[in-house]
């Protein structure tokens, strides 16, 4: 039985990763403030002797180091998830990622904790050329988003804490995680709009931005088996699925999911879906492929099932 102290577990993706180290006997700790993770999401944990909810926040630093106390690994997903938002709220991604990161690598320095599961993002990468198929080892590396800039640096702080302090990290840029309990993102998104008017649906851009989609438990076991199976003290995972989807296809995908005829489609305009997104996003996973792990769904495949999820529960 090991003691995981997990940030942002209330959240989508860290929920599922609860579930799954509760269900291997573990005891978990998750710390989050509850602004984008929900306690319904760990509904079914409360009062087990292996779990404990402290509703706090990563900037409020004392409150952080105590909580984390006699933990032995620490998965750091709590961040800003609202990446628009983070490029109007500009202090945002700075408060929430790269403070917020800063204060949990400085806790497990004081709690004698060497271990740390990090996650960051494919928006480190920028906007590179669409042909490219983004290997871990692509640069210069140039966000286009605050939120990208936030992870970005977070990375580099977990660097020089894993070779200041022999801090062990695995650190993973995800592509797009799709599933149940999603509250943002394209499928839940057009969904809502949908549910509103059911004739007419408005998609951000052109609609053919084309990005890489994967399931929110083959985020956790990809995850899992690069903590599991990785002996490098410090490295960085692309985790995602090598193929991709058309956000027009999507709205294609959702729309049958919800049997509605003739929508109408009504775009925006312009290459991207807002400021600071990366229209095109092709993913290489080799380094996670040697370590046993693949998607197990196609693109198209893990959209149709996240969609279904979210339909199931409305």
């Not at 579930?19 to 005891?27: K, S």
């Not at 695995?170 to 004739?199: C, E, T, W």
């Not at 989609?213 to 903590?227: I, K, R, S, T, Y």
Request: aromatic content about 8%.
């Amino acid at each position: 039985m090991a003691q995981y102290f997990i940030t942002g577990g209330a959240g989508f993706i860290g929920s599922h990763l609860v579930d799954r180290l509760l269900a291997d006997g573990n005891e978990v700790t998750v710390y989050d403030n509850l602004i984008s993770g929900r306690k319904e999401n760990i509904r079914s944990h409360l009062g087990k002797s292996t779990f404990r909810l402290i509703e706090a926040n990563l900037v409020d630093f004392h409150s952080l180091e105590q909580a984390m106390k006699g933990n032995e690994v620490v998965w750091h997903l709590g961040a800003n998830t609202d990446i628009p938002g983070g490029n109007r709220v500009t202090d945002l991604d700075l408060n929430n990622c790269t403070i917020a990161t800063r204060n949990v690598l400085e806790a497990m320095r004081k709690n004698n904790i060497d271990k740390i599961v990090f996650a960051s993002t494919a928006c480190v990468y920028g906007d590179a050329p669409p042909e490219t198929s983004l290997k871990e080892s692509f640069g210069p590396l140039h966000p286009i988003n605050l939120y990208g800039a936030g992870k970005l640096a977070c990375e580099g702080l977990i660097s020089a804490y894993c070779h200041l302090f022999n801090i062990k990290a695995q650190m993973f840029r995800f592509a797009n995680v799709v599933g149940g309990r999603m509250g943002h993102g394209v499928i839940y998104d057009f969904i809502q709009k949908l549910k509103q008017n059911p004739s007419e649906l408005e998609i951000y851009g052109d609609g053919n931005q084309q990005k890489p989609f994967f399931l929110v438990e083959d985020c956790v076991g990809g995850m899992l088996c690069a903590f599991h199976n990785s002996d490098s003290q410090y490295d960085v995972y692309n985790l995602g699925g090598n193929s991709v989807s058309n956000v027009n296809h999507i709205a294609d995908i959702v729309t049958e999911e919800m049997g509605l005829h003739n929508v109408k489609y009504k775009y925006t305009g312009g290459r991207r879906g807002w400021p600071g997104d990366v229209p095109v996003v092709r993913f290489n996973t080799e380094k996670m492929n040697k370590l046993g792990w693949r998607s197990s769904h196609t693109s198209d495949e893990a959209i149709r099932i996240a969609a279904r999820r979210l339909l199931e529960i409305e």
